[in-house]
């Protein structure tokens, strides 16, 4: 009998990308998310935006959660 061990590490330490946290601000704010690009968002919003994505991914199953970690690996999580 032969067996194969495998050992990874998986984060679920998300952060929110800038297009993310644009996306969501457009949709909170009736914005074309268009008009955002080449636009530095205040840093108020950008805080608020990301404080609510990460909120709603700590809402999620870690199924369903994003994660990082070796690509290969990942998908056993």
């Given amino acids: 009998m032969r067996g194969v061990i ?3 590490t ?3 330490n998300y952060d929110p ?4 946290i ?8 009736k914005v074309a998310v ?5 636009v530095k968002l205040p840093a108020e919003d950008v805080k ?3 404080a609510r994505l990460k ?10 959660r994003r994660c990082q970690g070796d690509a290969s ?3 056993l999580v």
């Fill in 6 to 8: 495998l050992g990874t």
């Fill in 10 to 12: 998986t984060y679920f």
């Fill in 17 to 20: 990308r800038e297009d993310e």
């Fill in 22 to 29: 644009k996306s969501l601000y457009g949709r909170v704010r």
């Fill in 34 to 38: 268009q008009s955002l690009d080449n």
């Fill in 48 to 50: 608020e935006m990301a």
């Fill in 55 to 64: 909120a709603a991914e700590a809402k999620m199953l870690f199924v369903h």
């Fill in 73 to 75: 690996e990942t998908g």
